[in-house]
């Protein structure tokens, strides 16, 4: 026998409409949030690199390059000064960087200069481009430093610093970028150096080169980490320096051990190159023109 309510209606009629109302209601509240019908599409900010990180990646590209030597093959000149002795070449180059700044007369300065420009012009482009770049930016930064001589009616003053500058800077860039690294260690036992500044020389250069591949490798991983623009890559490129500074620590350490275990007990044995040549005899008889020349300019 079926209950009923006071209306006639059956006792379970009305649960059943509240249930379906309820269900009705609910459906009818629930909003898809606003984020869920967003596109997912992201196009991140282009970042622009800050000053201090774009310079640090080129000190670390100009640093990979020091102690590489460039072939030869192709340089005539080069070719020829290879078979001077590298002690003779190490004297001969600081010679003429004195005689060229000790002398007031801007003839000698001049006579060098078209010197230098000459053996610069036998090289092949890639080594010209090489010794030109580092050149020329002492050259901007000497020409920077004389101009306000201008003023005070030294107009030749400029002129008188960039020539002595080229003439001075490219015989070293040409003399690191041509002669092995090893042959200047031979060079410089050649002629007297201590051991313990030889070795100064050689870890340097070799770490240079090390922390110079170490620091644009550290910049390549500080850039493939970072999306879009970030205000705070400043203070990455200070820890990437950190980083550097700690690596460096460690591979100077390590090399030390790893020489003393190889037997390396402080001193540097080198091959005596002959000395009596026919073209060490020339560059001498050359270094020694320039040297009188340049008491004759005074």
């Known amino acids: ?36 019908g967003e596109s997912e599409r992201y196009e991140p900010l282009d970042d622009r690199s800050s000053f201090v990180e774009r310079n640090l990646a080129h000190v ?32 001969g180059v600081p010679a003429a960087i004195v005689c060229v700044n000790a002398t007031r007369n801007m003839l000698f300065a001049y006579a060098m200069l078209a010197v230098v420009l000459v053996m610069l012009a036998l090289r092949p482009a890639r080594l010209i481009a090489a010794i030109l770049k580092p050149t020329l930016v002492v ?10 001589a201008v003023f005070i009616g030294q107009a030749d003053a400029p002129v008188r610093l960039v020539v002595k500058a080229f003439v001075s ?4 860039i040409a003399l690191a970028r041509t002669v092995p690294w090893n042959r200047l260690i031979a060079g410089l036992k050649g ?76 001193r540097y044995r080198v091959r005596r190159d002959r000395l009596f040549t026919w073209p060490n005899a020339v560059y001498a008889v ?4 320039m040297i009188a020349f340049a008491i004759y300019c005074g």
């Open 1 to 36: 026998m079926t209950e009923r309510n006071t209306d006639g209606s059956p006792m379970g009629a009305d649960v059943g409409e509240t249930a379906a109302s309820g269900r009705v209601g609910t459906a009818s509240t629930v909003r898809i949030p606003a984020w869920l």
């Open 60 to 91: 670390g590209g100009m640093l990979e390059q020091v102690g590489s030597s460039l072939s030869i093959a192709r340089s005539p000149v080069d070719r020829a000064l290879c078979a001077v002795a590298p002690a003779l070449r190490i004297i």
């Open 139 to 148: 050259c901007a930064l000497s020409l920077v430093l004389g101009l306000p």
């Open 169 to 172: 800077v490219a015989p070293v």
């Open 191 to 266: 002629v007297g150096c201590p051991d313990s500044v030889i070795y100064v020389c050689d870890v340097t250069v070799q770490f240079i080169d090390i922390l110079g591949r170490s620091m644009v490798s550290l910049l390549d991983a500080l850039k493939l980490r970072s999306v879009g623009r970030d205000s705070r890559k400043l203070m990455s490129a200070g820890r990437v320096m950190g980083a550097l500074f700690l690596r460096a620590n460690t591979q100077a350490r390590q090399m030390a051990e790893a020489m003393t275990c190889r037997g390396f007990d402080g």
């Open 286 to 289: 050359a270094v020694a023109a």
